[in-house]
């Protein structure tokens, strides 16, 4: 049977029970999956409990993403590079961590014109974002709250040049914008957009549409919402706790419906 559940803080407005619950019942499969309200200070003896439990997996969202390095866990060497990940799936007797946010994005942005690309934000999502873009866009522009971050993205870059500015940054000229930021973070970016003609990513679906997701959607851009990534990074956390292959062009479309269908 699959035990599994999303952990974080705050976790309760997550859609991620729903989804996964709906998608083993679509596969036919026994199991429960839950939210659980954890943080960083509580982390380590959470997974002692859970390896002893045998818990089958975990998706991890704010603040958990970059704090699980030095837990011992078994590490995707992309997930050690990006210092992000969002999955943690039992293999014999350790968690395996990954970044199913990384695989989601590259599918998310397939066809998606990337000669020029803006992320707000440096935290795990960010860096997510930049390992699916790496070497796909010559280069990426970053604005950062914390000018920090930038020591930490350089290290996941090894294709593209990073240049790094302040949140003050124009956002003029774009091929595809991406913000990572929390809820509230990006709304006074959201008047720069102004141009139909590029591709904007908002990660948030809580609130939804965020200032900054509702402003390119009134002028016509391209939008790729904070659904739409659930939903993608969740097809390979479904399939990694399931141990099962599967449809997954007809698995999004069930995904996608029932979240939609959450916001009617």
Request: glycine residues 6%; hydrophobic residues 45%; aromatic residues 10%.
């Amino acid at each position: 049977m699959i035990k599994a559940a999303v952990l974080g803080s705050p976790i309760a407005h997550s859609l991620s029970p729903l989804l996964h619950k709906k998608a083993y019942e679509f596969l036919g499969l026994p199991a429960s999956y839950e939210a659980i309200e954890l943080l960083p200070a509580d982390a380590d003896d959470f997974f002692k409990n859970a390896l002893r439990e045998r818990w089958t997996g975990f998706s991890l969202t704010m603040p958990l993403k970059e704090c699980i390095f030095n837990s011992g866990f078994l590490i995707d060497p992309v997930a050690s590079r990006m210092r992000s990940a969002n999955t943690l799936v039992l293999q014999d007797d350790n968690y395996f961590a990954v970044s199913t946010d990384r695989t989601g994005f590259m599918r998310l942005f397939n066809g998606v014109k990337k000669e020029r690309v803006a992320i707000i934000g440096g935290g795990g999502t960010a860096r997510a974002a930049l390992g699916a873009l790496d070497g796909l866009s010559e280069q990426i522009d970053f604005l950062l709250q914390t000018p920090s971050r930038a020591d930490v993205l350089r290290q996941v870059a090894i294709t593209s040049s990073l240049n790094f500015y302040d949140m003050n940054h124009s956002l003029d000229d774009y091929d595809l914008i991406i913000s990572t930021v929390p809820a509230g973070a990006g709304d006074h970016l959201a008047s720069r957009l102004t141009s139909a003609d590029m591709t904007v990513c908002e990660v948030l679906y809580k609130p939804y549409p965020t200032k900054f997701l509702a402003q390119a959607q009134s002028i016509g851009a391209r939008t790729i919402d904070g659904f739409d990534l659930l939903v993608e990074q969740a097809l390979d956390q479904i399939s990694l706790f399931s141990g099962l292959s599967f449809d997954q062009d007809a698995m999004r479309d069930l995904l996608i419906r029932t979240s939609r269908e959450f916001l009617s």
